[in-house]
Every structure is written in structure tokens, then in C-alpha cells.
């Protein structure tokens, strides 16, 4: 037998039931900022050297492996992926990299402003040092 003191025990009971709906909001919320994140930081992704390559009707690269990449800026400074590199040092450098088991191709990332002569020399340089994969990359 089940005591009632005016009929508050089943006013209570119905009054208080778990609510089934689920609350996405806040899934939003959090969903917007990650995509703006990453609408932001996916330009910041690309090579590190910013150069203003020419533009040219070439075909995009389709590699899966990640480039090794020499970069010649519009003053002539070398970069190898994100480090500088003195010009008398590339040869050695790009030997060491091989030497580390790289043997894909090199690509040659000369900005448009830089003197053709510049990237002739590196690219020569590159060359007669024994690695015959080079590409010259555009927009």
C-alpha cells in the first residue's frame, strides 16, 4: 500500500522527466570555429618561402611524396624547403639529402622576379652534381 499526501509523489514524477530531444547547438558552435580554423590556417600550409611564381599552361603536380624543393627569391637568396642555403653549400647539402635516401624528383621554385641568369646557375648547379630529376614549378 503506497502512501499519497495530495497527490504531490505523481505530480512530482511526470513533472520531471529526462528530456529525449538532443541538444545541437553547441556542436554547432564548436563546428563553425573548426572550419574557420581551418579556412584560415589551410593557405598557411603551403611551401614556407613565398614566392611569385610565373604562371604558365603546365599540368599540376600530382605526387603523393612530399617535394624536396629549392627556392630562388627575387634577390637571389636559395632556400631548401625553408632553409636558407648559401649558394656555395647547396651541392653538398642537396648530396647530404641524398645520401639520407631522397631520390625523387627536385623542383625548382623560382620566383618571377628573379634573374633568369640566378636560376640557370642553380639549376645547373643542381644538375652537375649528379641529380637529373628536375622540374621547374609554376602557377
Not at 1 to 23: C, H, K, V
Not at 98 to 117: N, P, S, W
Request: glycine share 6%; aromatic share 6%; no cysteine.
Amino acid at each position: 500500500m503506497a502512501i499519497q499526501l495530495n497527490g504531490s509523489n505523481r505530480n512530482t514524477r511526470q513533472g520531471m522527466r529526462p528530456m529525449a530531444e538532443i541538444n545541437v547547438t553547441p556542436m554547432v558552435d564548436v563546428m563553425l570555429v573548426l572550419l574557420i580554423i581551418f579556412m584560415v590556417a589551410a593557405p598557411l600550409l603551403t611551401a614556407g618561402v613565398e614566392v611569385d611564381l610565373p604562371d604558365t599552361d603546365a599540368r599540376e603536380i600530382s605526387e603523393v611524396v612530399e617535394p624536396l624543393s629549392v627556392t630562388i627569391t627575387d634577390d637571389g637568396i636559395i632556400f631548401v624547403q625553408e632553409t636558407e642555403i648559401a649558394y656555395e653549400n647547396l651541392v653538398p647539402h642537396l648530396q647530404a639529402v641524398a645520401k639520407a635516401g631522397y631520390d625523387q624528383r627536385i623542383y625548382i621554385r623560382g620566383d618571377k622576379g628573379a634573374l633568369y641568369d640566378d636560376v640557370a646557375k642553380v639549376f645547373g648547379r643542381i644538375n652537375a652534381a649528379g641529380f637529373n630529376q628536375l622540374a621547374l614549378v609554376t602557377d
